[in-house]
């Protein structure tokens, strides 16, 4: 059984302005230790599905589908179990450190408040534990630090008390969204590195990012989002050598690499759609250079690309149930020359 199974998950928000179908039909796994990148632009829905992975969305939001967290439904769970769950099996780490924190109380006092809320350690156990998870992130001197308050810490530091503080329940699986983004490069890179010493066979991570290059680094598995819903999912190495969807093709031609033909790529245009009023068939159609008559009447569902053998590599691309006439072309323009283990692929 996996750790984390999200069936079918649905979010509406309703607005003035209309429905906001931010997530559609979004189903995925994430086994124990496994590394999981969720990628796509912005408003792609990323965010939002963590949150509502989460139980973390009020009104006006609507969810549907379920969430299953180590056999358990999250979304028939109860505020305290949820609780419960939260913060302690499962940590959380969002960007924008600084805000996260609370001015007021010392960043010991607060990792303190999540031992005390999710391990039976109190008093003086609880400061002792929060000084070891502060050790533990890397932070100088923790004793010292732990009795600062955030205005004290850098970016790079405040993100390392909230990763100590995510760790305070020992969870199986923790949420980053964005935890690099708005640090500076030097930072981001100290704060991967401590990440992927965290993420042990004891800790799955989903990592949400919009930075191809730090999942290329990172991850297992990537989920692919375009405008609310899935559309590839794949290990990082056949999705980086190996993109099956038009969209994730546009993606990878964007990013700039070392020693690439950058005249042989070309990048995607356009915007995400307004998910309030989204494109009928497949939403990436106005923007797909492949998109025959179909696509803009029917929403392709995601299914296997497989040729046989590998792992499995799902894309929701009329190209892979025999519905498009034409052939998708890009695969091998997208492959990284500077990389040995694609070139052969
Ligand atoms: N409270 C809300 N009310 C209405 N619409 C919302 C609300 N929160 C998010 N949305 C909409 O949901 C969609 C998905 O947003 P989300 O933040 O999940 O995208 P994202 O992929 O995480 O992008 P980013 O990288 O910019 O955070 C967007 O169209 C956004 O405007």
Known sequence: MALLEVEDLAVRFYTEAGVVRAVDGLSYTLDRGERLGVVGESGAGKTVAALAVLGLLDDPARIEGDVRFDGESLRAADDDRLRAIRGGRIGMVFQDPEAALNPVYTVGEQVAEAVRAHTDRDGAAARDRAVAL??????????????????????????????????????????ADEPTTGLDVTVQAQLLELLD???????????????LGVVAEFCDRVLVMYAGEAVERATVDDLFYEPKHPYTAGLLSAVPRIGADRDRLSSLSGTTPDLSAPPPGCRFHPRCPYAEDVCTKRDPPLVSTDDGDGEPHYAACFAY???????LSFSVDVVDDTDDGGADR
């Open 197 to 211: 010493d965290l993420a042990t066979d004891d800790l799955a991570v989903q990592l949400v990012s919009h930075d």
């Open 134 to 175: 502060l050790d533990r992130v890397g932070i100088p001197d923790p004793a010292t630090r732990a009795d600062q308050y955030p205005h004290e810490f850098s970016g790079g530091m405040a993100q390392r008390a909230l990763v100590a503080m995510a760790l305070a329940g020992e969870p199986d699986l923790l949420i």
């Open 321 to 327: 149930t025999g519905d498009l006439d034409g052939d």
